[in-house]
């Protein structure tokens, strides 16, 4: 059952149910999805809540079709989502794309899965590149925010059916397994943001207006030069405007470790312990992957002495870290593949090491 709003009151409740429960909060009317592990919970629960309240629930007959349902029911206007993970996220790329080009608010669920391939369930970090470089054709962004904890998956949750429609562009929330599946306690509120008017774009029937036609293709190369323009001067906005970011203890560090997700939790009690030992170290992370905060990790850079990169895959996030720092100080990286956090005692000797065994 959906939560009700009471503010101040909190439960102990799985990731996956807690995104779950913010969709149909934030007025979600339809959810089109297909199962697959480790988010599974997210459409089992919509499949019996969504019809409860009259809203539509399909169990899609793949990863494509559910997508691309999602792509129709927005067109019209309304809130609609899917979820899944990994693997399944790769076959929705295509039309990603397209929902991008089409300027539709389309927010997606994606919990990460061990990988490439099939891979196994257990956490990983290792689809960053997928969320915020995308493999759809052409040049297009989602906007994609990262939560670290449950409370955090009903926060951003809400935010993305807020930016979708804020911006007309199809939003990512980007978690892992380990975050859809721990039980944290949560606090539920009503949706606070305002709703978006898309009378002047949604498809619903012309009604005495002109008619009107969504579609991505652009016969003439002017056309599409104009549309990327724009498109991009629309990121631009998202850019100024959406940027989101968490520091800890950074006020007067002079190292600096950077992690998003679930892995900056550890990083967080790595500091501390850092911290009681008298070496100056602090914590950041990217609530928002795209847009990345490039020019705040840039002004940190300008003040410490180097940055540790840590990330459940082989080196992902690292790289725009190092894009945004523009060779001002040393960017190291410590990765795990695949499976639990990196332990918080293995943070803190690495952190010793690399400020000279202090």
């Known amino acids: 059952m959906v939560v009700e709003c009471l503010t101040g009151t909190k439960v102990l409740m799985k990731g996956n149910y807690a995104i779950a429960n913010a969709a149909v909060l934030a007025g979600c009317q339809c959810y089109f999805g297909y199962p697959i592990t480790p988010q599974s919970e997210i459409g089992e629960f919509m499949s019996g809540k969504m019809q409860e309240l009259g809203r539509a629930y399909v169990s899609a007959e793949s990863e494509l079709a559910a997508i691309n ?24 790329q295509e039309a990603l794309s397209y929902a991008t080009s089409d300027q539709l608010p389309v927010v997606l669920v994606s919990v990460m899965r061990g990988g490439p391939g099939l891979g196994n369930i257990y956490p990983s970090q290792g689809d960053y590149n997928q969320a915020t470089i995308g493999g759809g054709n052409g040049d297009y962004h989602l906007i994609v925010l990262a939560p670290s904890n449950v409370q955090e998956c009903i926060d951003l949750t809400y935010k993305a059916f807020y930016l979708a ?74 850019e100024q405007n959406e940027v989101e970011y968490e520091e800890y203890m ?61 990330e459940i895959n082989m080196g992902q996030m690292v790289r725009d870290v ?33 400020m000279g065994g202090v």
């Open 69 to 92: 349902m999602v792509i129709g029911a927005v067109s019209t206007g309304v809130k609609a989502m899917s979820s899944s993970a990994s693997c399944a996220i790769s076959l929705m």
């Open 165 to 238: 429609f804020k911006y007309r562009n199809p939003t990512m929330i980007l978690a892992d397994g380990l975050l859809g599946q721990m039980m944290e306690p949560v606090e539920f509120y009503e949706y606070p943001y305002p709703e978006i008017d898309t009378s002047s774009w949604a498809l619903t029937g012309a009604k005495g207006r002109d008619g009107r036609v969504i579609r991505s293709y652009a016969p003439l190369a002017s056309d599409q030069c104009v549309f990327l323009d724009n498109l991009f001067k629309k990121y631009e906005l998202i």
């Open 250 to 310: 950074t006020d007067d560090a002079t190292f600096v470790v950077a992690a998003f997700g679930s892995m900056y939790r550890n990083v967080k009690s790595a500091v501390k312990i850092c911290r009681e030992k008298g070496l100056k170290v602090g914590a950041f992370r990217p609530v928002t992957l795209y847009p990345f905060p490039s020019k705040r990790l840039s002004e940190l850079a300008d003040r410490v002495d180097k940055i540790l990169v840590t």
């Open 322 to 354: 190092r894009l945004a720092v523009n060779g001002k100080v040393p960017v190291l990286f410590k990765g795990k593949a695949v499976g639990s956090m990196i332990d918080v005692e293995d943070l803190v000797e690495e952190i010793e090491k690399q």
